[in-house]
């Protein structure tokens, strides 16, 4: 790593390269299974999120800006809304319904396999990926954001100049 | 027959559309924003006199989720998509002089719309509540909007406030649904009707009742009104209180009231109260303001009062008055929030005491700044005039006379607080009037005066609208209140 001094030790660094591809597929894990299993778009998306947040943490907010940038997260964050909008719309094109669900829900092999629930799957693919881009954006503002205090000579200063003196 | 989601479909869509295209394009937000409203306000005048009850995914009441289209949603639709057109034809020269991003205010904007589209339509009390926050959480963004420390103070209170009624909705909801176990409004009404009346449901009325009513903005919970308003760009202000208080507060309150709970004498009573409290409260804190924008919300509060009373003395003559100020009252206060937001674009300040003679610089601003202020002061043949006087007579024919008098005097009160603006503002010179400022003032420009005088000349002529009486233009919305609320069981679930 280029960046030594920013983020935490090497410990944690280390442990984080480990782990964030696990923790990005469990999510994946969570969003896609979420019509079988307890989880689904949102905590998934949580999960992917926390990904992010997690290198953040351990490697500073420059190298994690530098993998997923502001605009890229923003239109994440309203394709994923978008995406959702779309398979809803799609049910008044095929049925006349606006949220039917228009796939065929029948699976040759039997009831709860992955393919057998039509566009639940794909709502929860989209929720993940809204959810996830927004939280990400959440942490990153609250993170850019700076407590000012007034040093008593009418000039503002940031709590890390004021811990200093 | 109208595609019901269509309401809440076209404007999520715009709004998360907006920002993946218009970062590289500029003209793309003003575009589709104004498209999107206009389209939107052409949907909601085809829904005029029609009724629908919507099920969203092909899933029957009470297991799915409806849509419920009848008059009161009709009138609340049209009233939505009409001011939101105005105001974004007006925000087309007045955001880019004034603010930033246009993408992030055209997509909070049209968040906003579909929220309250989703929270007139709604015929589910979670879908409501969920509605609602949407339509909340986009006002409160739009309110700080300017980043100034009056703007981000205004808005992290109307924030805190907003928040505390969403969880007392919140909370209302779930002991409604701990009680009933149904969210359908229909449903839940209908076991409400079977089950013996407890102590609980009535908890959950108060609640619901107690949270709507902040968002209404009546007297004990009008605090954040008079800081919210002011603070926002005009056309979010004219939004405010032209529309977001009407759909978010006194929509849901007639909604819950009429075709939930059933209407008795203690809530009539309760609501005549608070109204002519609201009424007389706030006029008399607008005589003290010396801020347009602030008088401006003060009157908000005061107005809202009279639809109070109206709906209140529960007659269909009384329901019509309160419903039709409310229609009246969206035209003209988002117009007088419209004129000062023009006011402030020329001469830079709402302080009533620097400006002066602005009818010789500014002809048109002043003349719907008349219009405006004469029809919120009930002279006639403007708009106003009828709703009050209507009202005045539904409470004197059910034997409330003193509440007539009141209503009078606010009304009294309005017309010397709106004397004092056009003294101060366009025909007269304020204390701190300058003179080199104000020869260099002009008209604003052409999209700014469009909706000023299509507004203006609505203020002139909607009292037409009374034509008829309550077998009038409004008896179908007269009849979703009247109706009780067997008949509003009756249409959705379809027994």
Known sequence: MNNEEKGMSLIVKTVTRWLKGFIFLFGAYIVVFGHLSPGGGFPGGVVFAATFILITLAFGREYALKKIGKILASELDSLGALLFLIIATLGIYFTGIFFSNFIEKFHPTGNFKLFSSGTIPLCNISIGIKVGASLFMIFIILSIVRVVFEDGKGKLITTEKKREK | MINLPLFVIIPFGVAFFIPMVSRKIKWVPDVLGNLTTFILLLLSLMTLNQEHVYHIGGWKPPFGIVLVLDGLSCLLLIIINLISFMATLFSIEYIEKRFTSKLRYYSLFLLMVGGMNGTVLSGDLFNLFVFMEIASIASYALVGFGCEASELEASFKYLVMGNVASLFVLYGVALLYGKTGSLNIADVARILKEIPSDNLVNFAFVLLIGGFMVKSALVPFHAWLPDAHPSAPAPISAMLSGVVIKALGVYVICRLIFNLFGFNHLISQTLIYLGVISMIVGVCLALLQSDLKRLLAYHSISQIGYVFVGIGIGTPLGILGGLFHLFNHSLFKSLLFLDSGSIEYQTGTRDLNKMGLLYKKMPITSFSTLFASLSISGIPPFNGFWSKLIIILA?????????????????????????????????????????????????????????????????????????????????????????????????????
Do not use: Q
Not at chain 2, 400 to 406: F, G, N, R, V, Y
């Open chain 2, 395 to 495: 409470a004197i024919k059910s034997g409330k006379s003193i509440i007539a008098l009141w209503a009078v005097i606010g009304s009294i009160l309005t017309l010397s607080s709106f004397t004092k603006v056009l003294r101060y503002s366009i025909y007269g010179k304020g204390e701190k009037w300058e003179k080199e400022k104000w020869e260099k003032l002009k008209e604003v420009p052409d999209t700014m005066v469009v909706p000023l005088i299509i507004l203006s000349l609505l203020c002139l002529f909607t009292g037409l609208l009374i034509i008829g009486g309550t077998e009038g233009i409004f008896a179908s919305t007269i009849d979703v209140l009247e109706g009780s609320v067997l008949k509003y069981i009756n249409k959705v679930l379809g027994s």
